[in-house]
């Protein structure tokens, strides 16, 4: 089992530039999240979907978006990247949202300049 | 809604002493509670969690945490660190009834461990 994979590791964008972040896991795990962590500010959610064909709005959903569109693949888009966006992203997966722990990718760290 | 609070942003302890990492939570529902460690440059991983049953809960790699319903907290203990040990640990809170059932984490921990 891979567990939750995460692509791409690194990525410099110029603001104003779009990609998407792709989290992919193995386990059939229902939920899954993502997450920016910058120093000092913990873990804050992004999105999540709690199924496939299903999103909803975190913490912080300003400036992204996501789709849920295979059960085992979850997508943060970037439409205009600005330099607020500047983080390490983390996706992460469960089987329960409520008592199940949650299982994270190894993170992307993206530069927007 | 609820929320977490780890009281230290860093903790600087010796090799082979013990150490304590405090984390307390708000919530108007029962909680289940988690500390999860982040190993630099690594994504998050879980190392105990309360749902119920036994206040004193035992971890991976040593850790082990008490659950104080009545001061709300969750701290994470070992009796003996080890150099291995140096890095981020989050504590996590998810209400196990009713409001929204999303993870809430705190800020986190930073251990380090000195030689």
């Known amino acids: 089992n891979a567990g939750v994979t995460q692509t791409p590791k690194f990525r410099v964008l110029k603001t104003g530039q779009s990609m998407t972040l792709l989290c992919a896991q193995d386990?059939?795990?229902?939920?899954m999240y993502w997450y920016r962590q910058d120093p000092g500010m913990g873990l804050r959610l992004i999105h999540y979907s709690v199924g496939e064909g299903t999103t909803a709005k975190g913490e912080v959903p300003d400036g992204y978006n996501v789709s849920r569109l295979k059960k085992q693949n979850f997508l943060l888009g970037l439409e205009s990247a600005a330099p607020s966006q500047t983080s390490v992203y983390f996706c992460a997966s469960s089987y329960s949202i409520r008592a199940g722990e949650q299982y994270f990718g190894p993170g992307t760290r993206l530069t927007v300049t | 809604a609820q929320s977490v609070t780890q009281l230290d942003s860093q903790v600087p302890v010796f090799e082979e002493a013990p150490v304590e990492l405090r984390c307390n939570y708000s919530?108007?529902?029962?909680?289940?509670l988690f500390w999860y460690v982040q190993y630099p440059n690594q994504g998050l991983q879980l190392l105990l969690k309360?749902?119920?049953?036994?206040?004193l809960v035992k971890g991976i790699n040593g850790f082990e945490a008490e659950f104080n319903k009545s001061q709300t907290s969750f701290h994470l203990r070992k009796p003996s660190v080890h150099i291995s040990d140096t890095a981020e640990y989050f504590c996590a809170v998810s209400p196990s009834a009713g409001g929204s059932y999303i993870p809430t984490f705190g800020r986190g921990t930073s251990l380090i461990v000195h030689p």
């Open positions: 919530s108007s529902v029962s909680v289940y």
């Open positions: 309360y749902l119920s049953g036994s206040t």
């Open positions: 386990m059939n795990h229902e939920y």
